[in-house]
């Protein structure tokens, strides 16, 4: 399967994931859609690392890519966990955790 | 086209309309059923990669603990979990939309395992992905453990009582 459409398919396909998940960034107003929308974008590049993780010419390379892959999954996890308790907050503090209405931060 | 390639499509198709049907259906907690079923889809990519560790990484943490955390937000932000009266019960559209993903994994899996792969994506058995994680990226590892240690304190700091 190194054939050159199978690597435009995972490029495709991580690139569709890319961009869906920055039309969610961009258009939705709740906060925990926000935070699943961050969440296909980073699955996405974690896709990359995999795809070319598999295809690698050595060991080495290949384990450089799933060791980077590891790291983000623990790390993306980890955002997961602070952006809910940003939502517990404001929701506790404004009643609401639609990202419009919190604007204090607005020039 | 052989079946890594099917399953590769399907697995794809299923990807981006998994993602796309999370940010577009109008109840939260629908949302939340599909980025799991989006999660475990990506699992299944990584399967089909040999990346059998990412794999079971995936599917315990995203599909497993993230999910469960986010449907813990929409549990304790809102004061109903759906905005309308919704049907209860299991109706025969999920049940047959249940079986037929049941039935594709199935067969999926089923010819995975017959199949002879010739020169199909490289496998690395976890005992050295475990040595490249902590012998030669272990700073990096140390790294994330202080700033997962800095994003536990941040969020008990964030959640405490007595803070208006």
Not at chain 1, 77 to 82: F, M, N, R, S
Not at chain 2, 95 to 122: D, E, Q, R
Not at chain 2, 141 to 146: D, E, H, P, T, Y
Request: glycine content about 10%; proline content about 3%.
């Amino acid at each position: 399967m190194t054939d050159p459409f199978a690597t435009a398919g995972f490029l495709g396909l991580s690139g569709a994931l890319l961009v869906i998940g920055l039309f969610g960034i961009l258009t939705r107003r709740n906060f925990i859609l926000l935070l699943i929308s961050i969440e296909i974008a980073i699955n996405a590049a974690v896709l990359n690392f995999v795809y070319f993780a598999a295809y690698a010419p050595s060991a080495p390379i290949a384990l450089e890519g799933q060791s980077a892959a590891v790291v983000v999954i623990a790390l993306a996890a980890t955002e997961i966990a602070v952006g809910l308790a940003i939502v517990l907050a404001l929701n506790r503090v404004r009643g609401s955790i639609n990202v419009a209405e919190s604007s204090e931060l607005k020039l | 086209m052989n079946l890594e390639s099917g399953a590769f499509l399907v697995l794809a198709a299923a990807a981006v309309a998994t993602a796309l049907l999370a940010l577009l259906v109008r109840e939260l907690v629908h949302t939340i059923l599909w980025i799991a079923s989006f999660f475990i889809v990506l699992s299944g990519l990584y399967f089909l990669l040999q990346a059998n560790f990412l794999g079971v990484l995936q599917l315990g943490v995203y599909a497993g603990a993230v999910t469960i955390l986010l449907l813990f937000g929409v549990m304790t932000t809102r004061r109903r979990i759906f905005s309308r009266e919704a049907a209860t019960g299991i109706g025969p559209a999920s049940i047959v939309l249940g079986a037929g993903i049941i039935a594709v994994f199935g067969i999926l899996v089923a010819g995975l395992a017959g199949a002879t792969t010739g020169s199909g994506p490289n496998s690395y058995p976890p005992a050295l992905l475990s040595q490249a994680v902590f012998n030669v990226y272990g700073p990096w590892l140390l790294l994330v453990g202080f700033v997962m240690l800095a994003a536990l304190g941040g969020a008990i700091y964030l959640v405490r009582e007595g803070r208006e």
